[in-house]
């Protein structure tokens, strides 16, 4: 079993609100990573958990705050974002710690829109 | 530094063509080498990799990729492609702890 999922599948947020993203996997992965994907772009890093540790935090504004309560769950708590927030969110994990010889094993993603 | 490259931004084949998707790389040693496909709205499916031995590597959906050293490339192929095809095709290379997406292909297949 390769599956990432992510819930939810769409979000509507005011530049006011609160929410989460969240992901989920059951592979024993114990890395899990967030991008960002704006329309035809490629997914570009956010953050990247090994072993539970925020490893990797690609200069994201503070808006963005990523937690892992588990192994198996990544978060992605937004709050005050703007509209160019807008994109698609994707979650992968890998098997071990971020490396580049690692798999990433995608989600659906969240297709989040800032108004 | 690493990068990625993918020559053509978008292309347009017939289905039952062939289809050939080009990927270059820029890397100092051997590097961890991928193929992944997002369908419209969708996440990212991986289609191959290859990290060492046969550089003739097979994937799912019919899709086969070659590793050339002397090159330095990754290109992606399909000796029949079906209408189902039609996606965003990402190459990516996996360097040190790193990895690099390349800019993507576009592919539209027409009846």
């Known amino acids: 079993d390769t599956e990432v999922t992510q819930t939810p599948k769409h979000l509507v947020m005011g530049m006011t609100n609160k929410k989460s993203l969240k992901c989920e996997q059951h592979?024993?992965?114990?890395?899990m990573y967030w991008y960002k994907q704006k329309a035809k772009k490629p997914p570009e890093l956010m953050f990247v958990?090994?072993?539970?540790?925020?490893?990797i935090n690609e200069s994201v504004p503070s808006r963005f705050s990523p937690e892992c309560p588990n192994s198996s769950l990544l978060n992605l708590h937004l709050h005050a974002l703007q509209p160019e927030d807008s994109a698609l969110y994707l979650c992968?994990?890998?098997?071990?710690?971020?490396?580049?010889?690692?798999?990433?094993?995608f989600g659906p993603g969240t297709r989040l829109l800032v108004l | 530094a690493q990068s990625v490259t993918q020559p053509d931004i978008h292309i347009t084949v017939s289905e039952g063509a062939s289809l050939e998707l080009r990927c270059n790389y820029s890397?100092?040693?051997?590097?961890?080498l991928f193929w992944y496909v997002q369908s419209p709205g969708q996440g990212l499916q991986l289609l191959l990799k290859?990290?060492?031995?046969?550089?003739l590597v097979q994937g799912i959906k019919g899709f086969e990729a070659e590793f050339k050293r002397s090159q330095s490339s990754f290109n992606l192929r399909k000796p029949s492609v079906h209408w189902s095809d039609a996606a965003e095709y990402f190459c990516?290379?996996?360097?040190?702890?790193?990895?690099?997406f390349g800019t993507g292909t576009s592919l539209t297949v027409i009846p």
């Open positions: 592979m024993g992965h114990r890395a």
């Open positions: 890397y100092g040693a051997t590097p961890y």
């Open positions: 958990y090994s072993y539970e540790k925020l490893s």
């Open positions: 290859y990290f060492s031995g046969d550089t």
């Open positions: 990516a290379v996996g360097a040190g702890n790193q990895f690099y």
């Open positions: 992968a994990s890998s098997q071990e710690s971020a490396s580049g010889r690692e798999t990433q094993y």
